[in-house]
T-cell receptor, first 112, second 116 residues
Framework: KQEVTQIPAALSVPEGENLVLNCSFT??????LQWFRQDPGKGLTSLLL?????REQTSGRLNASLDKSSGRSTLYIAASQPGDSATYLC???????????FGKGTKLTVNP | GAGVSQSPRYKVAKRGQDVALRCDPI?????LFWYQQALGQGPEFLTY????????KSGLPSDRFFAERPEGSVSTLKIQRTQQEDSAVYLC??????????????FGDGTRLSIL
């Protein structure tokens, strides 16, 4: 059974700092990996999707990497801003399945 | 264009009542998913539709949970004889992907269900 773990559970940083969020998964037979952002009381916003054949994806100040063989992904946020404060969730889509398996998320607070 | 729309946003019910939660996916999206998110946890998969066909219902926690998508568009998640442990946020997602296609899932804002 696929298990997804995110470390740390919470992170507080000053504005302008570069930061890394970590995601690990137990079964490397994934089809893709997605990073989402969730604001309080809201649904999930898709940030980046990395296919299993890719090593990284970039969107603006966000960069996500994938090391499928070691079961790890990182989300790098450059020059963090207070508006980046949210919970960040990592999810994997298993090969042969349509569903996503999520981690519990990392709650990020960026202080002005 | 409009995103995934869910209604109601909040639902309070007494234990033992039946509830129905609605999801309007993005127009033209073939795939539709329901997830359950408990407080402080990540979403957990409940069920998946491709058009009107329910292809995976392995995540439904009991036979009190039932989902349908009769015309391949709007979907309803029904919970019968609700219990306190059913209290959670129910998220709907849709995607243009089917089979071997890398398209993201797009989520609605969810329905927050509270069972008293």
């Amino acid at each position: 059974k696929q298990e997804v773990t995110q470390i740390p559970a919470a992170l507080s940083v000053p504005e302008g700092e570069n930061l890394v969020l970590n995601c690990s998964f137990t079964d490397s037979a994934i089809y893709n990996l997605q990073w989402f952002r969730q604001d309080p009381g809201k649904g999930l916003t898709s940030l980046l999707l990395i296919q299993s054949s890719q090593r990284e994806q970039t969107s603006g100040r966000l960069n996500a990497s994938l090391d499928k063989s070691s079961g790890r992904s990182t989300l790098y946020i450059a020059a963090s801003q207070p508006g980046d404060s949210a919970t960040y969730l990592c999810a994997v889509r298993q090969g042969g399945s349509e569903k996503l398996v999520f981690g519990k998320g990392t709650k990020l607070t960026v202080n002005p | 264009g409009a995103g995934v729309s869910q209604s109601p946003r909040y639902k309070v019910a007494k234990r033992g009542q039946d509830v129905a939660l609605r999801c309007d996916p993005i127009s033209g999206h073939v795939s539709l998913f329901w997830y359950q998110q408990a407080l402080g946890q990540g979403p957990e998969f409940l069920t998946y539709f491709q058009n009107e066909a329910q292809l995976d219902k392995s995540g439904l926690p009991s036979d009190r949970f039932f989902a349908e998508r009769p015309e391949g568009s709007v979907s309803t998640l029904k919970i019968q004889r609700t219990q306190q442990e059913d209290s959670a946020v129910y998220l709907c997602a849709s995607s243009s992907a089917q089979g071997y296609s890398n398209q993201p899932q797009h989520f609605g804002d969810g329905t927050r269900l509270s069972i008293l």
